[in-house]
């Protein structure tokens, strides 16, 4: 079975700063799909990132990119310019290829402070 | 805009009284899901899908079913709540076999009484 690790519960960053988030991932697979998810205070669960595991390019979307380390399993968030609107749960996820079977971290909840 | 619906927004039900979550999606995607999340955790997926073919996870209770009458309609029937199963419960729709990006709607937070 696959599981997804976040080791970080709370994490915080000043305004405009960069702050990275962590995540580690356990599978046997070669194929597979990396997401970042954030889920901001009682609102719906969007998309950030996605990663495909045979691209060695690591995925950029504008403030948002991540570091994808297959060998070590690891895929970490970069938010660089952070902004008050990035506060929210974080979650990574596992997807293997072909499946629908989607697996979630425990979450990192990053406050941005004025 | 597409998008995928859950209603309502807030449920609350009465210890073992049946209750039913809706979810419809106008992104005509061939695969639903139904994940439950408890505060401050990660959603559990509970069953989902593809087309009219229903998978179940291996834990989730049976006291959770679903239908899918349709492509766009997808339904969580809790048939005898306990206290344990107050949580959020989210829909999410996809592709298929699409890169698996998925969909979330807003959610439905269930109380029980």
């Known amino acids: 079975a696959q599981t997804v690790t976040q080791s970080q519960p709370e994490m915080s960053v000043q305004e405009a700063e960069t702050v990275t988030l962590s995540c580690t991932y356990d599978?046997?697979?070669?194929?597979?799909?990396l997401f970042w998810y954030k889920q901001p205070p009682s609102r719906q669960m969007i998309l950030v990132i996605r990663?495909?595991?045979?691209?060695?390019q690591n995925a950029t979307e504008n403030r948002f990119s991540v570091n994808f380390q297959k060998a070590a399993k690891s895929f970490s968030l970069k938010i660089s310019d952070s902004q008050l609107g990035d506060t929210a749960m974080y979650f990574c996820?596992?997807?293997?290829?072909?499946?629908?079977?989607?697996?979630f971290g425990a979450g990192t909840r990053l406050t941005v402070k004025p | 805009d597409a998008m995928v619906i859950q209603n309502p927004r807030y449920q609350v039900t009465q210890f073992g009284k049946p209750v039913t979550l809706s979810c419809s999606q106008t992104?005509?995607?061939?695969?639903m899901y139904w994940y439950q999340q408890k505060s401050s955790q990660a959603p559990k997926l509970l069953f989902h899908?593809?087309?009219?073919?229903?998978?179940n996870e291996a834990d989730t209770p049976d006291n959770f079913q679903s239908r899918r009458p349709n492509t766009s309609f997808c339904f969580l029937d809790i048939r005898s709540p306990g206290l344990g199963d107050a949580a959020m419960y989210l829909c999410?729709?996809?592709?298929?076999?699409?890169?698996?990006?998925?969909?979330f709607g807003d959610g439905t937070r269930l109380s029980i009484l």
């Open positions: 996820a596992f997807m293997k290829y072909n499946n629908n079977d989607m697996r």
């Open positions: 899908y593809y087309d009219k073919d229903f998978n």
């Open positions: 999410a729709t996809s592709r298929g076999q699409s890169r698996g990006s998925q969909h």
């Open positions: 992104l005509n995607h061939n695969v």
């Open positions: 599978t046997s697979e070669n194929n597979y799909y």
């Open positions: 990663q495909e595991a045979y691209k060695q």
